[in-house]
């Protein structure tokens, strides 16, 4: 049950299965949840805003920066999925799409020139952090493991980017440049190709907010971490489709939401899994 990428969540689980997510003023870093046996789930590594208390100690970047750079919403785009993987965590804490070595921001260059600390990061506080990305990408390999057994999957690695950085009074960034989906397919061998076709396909020129989808491969983003884990780890057996959601569907300044948007682009989103799981049976060897 996702919810704005603001709220906190508890999980419950009982043998190791994901049973519910409730709001509450705890929190995990991340859920597994929906369907186990669905041969397609969504993530959302970087939907959350929260922070361990070390953490939010020490951050000196301002709130409304760093929602700026988050992926908020996201969540609720993956949710047409049977399955998901919500993050609350935020990315300044751990990014789980980069690799292991650069997961924790230590310096501006890691982080896009933003100042996030004001003294050096204390190896305690980077250890919690790191311990958080490895709990993620063992429970999700575990979850992974068991569909790979069984056949093809496909994994919709859902993401946000901004275009309008220029300020929130400047125009967008031209539209040639900022496709209303990009596709990242960076890490995806050949057999994958007809997946990829399809799912653009089935989405590009779709009308979402009284207007035609723009979906475009690798134009903004090819897809980083987690995609290139996936093939790596489950080589033909395994497709993930790094998806990056331009902002149209949310203020990137105010971080307010246009529901409606929102709605139609994660309706369109989930019309696309029947032809994309039946696509990547094809594919699969």
Known sequence: ?????????????????????????LTQPYVLTGDPDASLIATAIHAGHDLRPEVAAILTLD?????????????????????????????FEVDLNRGRDQAVYRTPD???????WADELPTEVVEGSLEVYDAFYRD???????????????????????YRRGGPEEPGDPEDETPDINVGTKSLSGEWRAVVDTFIGTLDGREVNARPLDVRENVRFKGANLSHWVAERYGGVGCTLALEFKKTFMDEWSGGVDESHLGELTAALGDSIPAVLDAVRSAAP
């Open 140 to 162: 999700l390999g575990r979850h992974l493991d068991q569909l790979a057994q069984r056949g093809p999957f496909v994994v919709y690695d859902v993401h946000s980017y901004n």
């Open 63 to 91: 709130e409304d920066v760093r929602l700026r750079e988050e992926d908020p919403f996201t969540d609720r785009i993956a949710a047409c999925a049977d399955a998901q993987a919500y993050v609350s965590r935020s990315r």
């Open 110 to 116: 890691d982080s896009w020139g933003l100042e996030i």
């Open 1 to 25: 049950m996702p919810s704005d990428s603001r709220q906190r969540r508890r999980v419950s689980r009982t043998g190791g299965n994901v049973l519910s997510v409730k709001r509450d003023a």
